[in-house]
């Protein structure tokens, strides 16, 4: 096996006899040596250790600790979090002061005592973990357009797309699957733009039985209608000087795409039972699951409210194809609700870490978000495991088959994910990108029950 894996501890120290004896005595990291402070900020750099050991008595310096002192301040302006642990003979005592007063983690005295270095490093190495852990957590750290928790680039790119148009008044339209967020971006929407103090109003237009749907988004005038017993402005209205987000936009019936078109010609419009046109200035921002281009070309929908809906097209990636997000939203819930629930649980298992990272989730994050919640009520331990989460976590045999064994077949999946909506499911062209024979990505395909 090699040792890439690791976690890489920099060993700063220029007797070479010390660097080879602390290379053979710690089996669980990467021992990287640099024997003067221009290496040091190399290996640094190009590593990015989360633990130094660093001798103060470097070259040119070897007697004094001047060289060292620099070198330690060095690494801490380029990477404030890296645990350095100093170590000196000469007059320890000042030196030990001194090297935590500029931020070094801890210290110890030459000579060295392998065993005695080993429980410091290992105590960094921890103490980094957590840290880096929490510094993912908190909010912003992982966050786009205020409230939505995304590390990666596909929703990176959604977001800058929503920024640049928030505030351009144009009509806005949100595609994805169900449950990959499209309230929560439409609101960003919304949040985003000059129309922030104004309202958002949020009409599901497959919620609603089609013959009400109209006084809903219209209105209605006192006795238009049996039961209209006083007058009732309906949800275009309501969203004058702020922003109309028509959910599921697709389950308009035609005869009401037709009066929704008029109104997003004219900006008028007409409460049902009224005789008063009424002007209304409201950005519209619609979503659907629904394929409207096919809707389109068989008369489903009408293709001029389409491009009048759609000025702005926004794409919404699945959860499954934003890479690491899955993890960093279940802990996210995790946290929520176990606050929220006042329950014990603090965190995932490594089996349920890797099954969240694997699942495909067709749900997408409402589907996260869901068995999260269950999982929190239902849970015996302080960390959920891929059992509380009714995920299949493969049984693992010793810490390394997890390790390994997940993250290759993380790899897998994701790969073939990829190559399979970047082809929309055709298998030839998807193995073709893999570089592998059609029989294996099919093999693959079963063995992962990925659905082509
Ligand atoms: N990136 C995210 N960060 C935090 N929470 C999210 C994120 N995406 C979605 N959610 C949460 O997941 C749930 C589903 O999101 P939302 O309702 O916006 O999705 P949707 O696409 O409108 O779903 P549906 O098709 O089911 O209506 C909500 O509770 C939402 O707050
Ligand atoms: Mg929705």
């Not at 275009?236 to 019936?253: C, H, N, Y």
């Not at 495909?360 to 269950?374: A, D, F, Q, T």
Request: include cysteine; glycine fraction near 8%.
């Amino acid at each position: 096996m090699t040792d890439t894996n690791l976690p890489v501890l920099l060993v700063v120290e220029d007797d070479e006899g010390l660097q080879r004896q602390l290379k053979w005595a710690y089996e669980g990291y990467r021992v990287v040596a640099a024997g003067d402070r221009q290496s040091a900020i190399e290996a640094l750099r190009l590593y990015e250790p989360a633990v130094v050991t660093l001798d103060l008595g470097l070259p040119p310096d070897p007697d004094g600790t001047d060289e060292g002192f620099a070198t330690l301040s060095e690494i801490l302006r380029l990477k404030p979090d890296t645990k350095v642990i100093v170590a000196s003979g000469h007059g320890a005592r000042e030196s030990a002061l001194r090297a935590i007063s500029l931020g070094a983690y801890d210290f110890y005295r030459k000579p060295l005592d392998i065993d005695e270095l080993g429980l410091i490093v290992a105590r960094a190495f921890h103490l980094h973990g957590i840290e880096a852990e929490n510094r993912r957590h908190e909010a912003g750290g992982s966050t786009v357009l205020g409230s939505i928790i995304s590390a990666a680039p596909e929703m990176q790119k959604v977001a800058r797309t929503i920024e640049r148009v928030a505030n351009a008044d144009v009509s806005v339209m949100l595609l994805g699957a169900s449950g990959t967020g499209k309230e929560l971006l439409a609101r960003a929407v919304h949040d985003q733009s000059k129309r922030k103090n104004g309202e958002f109003v949020a009409i599901n237009c497959a919620a609603i039985p089609e013959n009400l749907l109209e006084a809903e988004l219209f209105g209605y005038e006192r006795g238009a209608f049996t039961g209209a017993v006083k007058t009732n402005p309906g949800k275009i209205e309501q969203a004058q000087g702020g922003t109309l987000f028509l959910d599921e936009v697709g389950d308009i019936p035609l005869p009401l795409q037709v009066k929704l078109l008029r109104f997003l010609q004219e900006r008028v419009i007409e409460r049902i039972g009224g005789r008063q046109p009424i002007a209304v200035d409201t950005r519209i921002v619609c979503a659907t699951h629904q394929n409207l281009d096919a809707m389109t070309a068989d008369g489903r929908f009408r293709e001029d409210l389409y491009y009048r809906l759609a000025e702005i097209v926004v794409k919404i990636p699945a959860l499954a194809e934003r890479a690491g997000d899955a993890v960093l939203l279940a802990r996210h819930f995790v946290n929520r609700f176990a606050r929220e629930l006042n329950s014990k649980v603090t965190g995932l298992s490594t089996d349920a870490v890797a099954a969240i990272d694997s699942h495909s989730w067709p749900g997408n994050v409402r589907e996260l978000e869901n068995r999260i919640k269950r999982a929190v009520i239902m849970a015996d331990g302080k960390q959920l495991t891929a059992d509380d989460l009714d995920l299949q976590g493969r049984a693992p045999q010793g810490e390394d088959a997890i390790n390994l064994r997940a993250v290759r077949e993380t790899a897998d999946r994701r790969a073939i994910r990829q190559a399979m909506s970047r082809t929309e499911n055709n298998i030839s062209g998807a193995a073709k990108l893999l570089g592998i024979s059609r029989p294996t990505l099919y093999d693959l395909l079963k063995q992962y029950q990925l659905t082509s």
